[in-house]
């Protein structure tokens, strides 16, 4: 009987958080549809990775590099490659992982219950019962007068788009000071 219970008590802690919704794992980077990761984005095909740094970061990168004075910094952010003019526009993604909170709940309600109130007053847990952790994302879209998505498949300029935006994701993410961009080439 003893065994049971502490199969039981195993098994509880165990599935004491019910996942709601896990957000995707990004090894380097990936390219999908924008609506298809999320669905505030744009339509197009998006070059999307996960963003380590803090909040703004990649904003304070592209003003930097791209010397824009704080102009335009998401948007139409100008390029060259093979004396072809292109641009992108960034956005800061946040998707979270939610899940659902068992045994903290419970021990909410066996708190309450133990002083003898009929309200539970979460303490252990959310008010809500979700527990929520947020993942960040940058997710780039690029275009050009010739092409209204450079990142589709059978684009023409795909493969040379893809190799910059893998430099640009390099660079940033081993960058600290973006001052120092400016003295690079």
């Known amino acids: 009987m003893n065994r049971l219970f ?8 165990l599935s004491s ?12 980077y990936k390219i999908s549809k924008g609506k298809k990761f999320k669905r505030t984005l744009s ?18 990168y592209v003003n930097t590099k791209f ?35 068992l045994v903290p709940i419970a021990l909410d309600v066996l708190l309450s219950t133990s ?13 809500d019962g979700i527990s929520r952790k947020g993942n960040f994302y940058i997710a780039i879209e690029v275009y050009s007068d010739l092409e209204k998505d450079c990142l589709l498949a059978n ?5 040379s788009v ?8 390099k660079e940033y993410l081993a960058t600290h000071n973006y001052n120092e961009i400016l003295f690079k080439n």
């Open 115 to 127: 002083l003898g109130s009929d309200e539970v007053h979460p303490l252990f847990s959310n008010s």
């Open 155 to 159: 684009s023409f300029s795909r493969t």
């Open 162 to 169: 893809l190799k910059y935006l893998r430099q640009l994701k």
């Open 67 to 101: 010397q824009l004075h704080d102009s335009l910094v998401y948007d139409d952010v100008p390029f060259q490659l093979e004396n072809q003019q292109y641009f992108f526009a960034t956005y800061e993604v946040e998707i979270q992982d939610k899940s659902f909170q």
């Open 6 to 13: 502490n199969v039981l008590v195993f098994l509880f802690v």
């Open 17 to 28: 958080c019910v996942p709601i919704r896990i957000a995707p794992k990004i090894d380097d």
């Open 43 to 60: 339509k197009r095909q998006l070059f999307i990775f996960e963003d380590t740094k803090e909040a703004g970061e990649f904003y304070k």
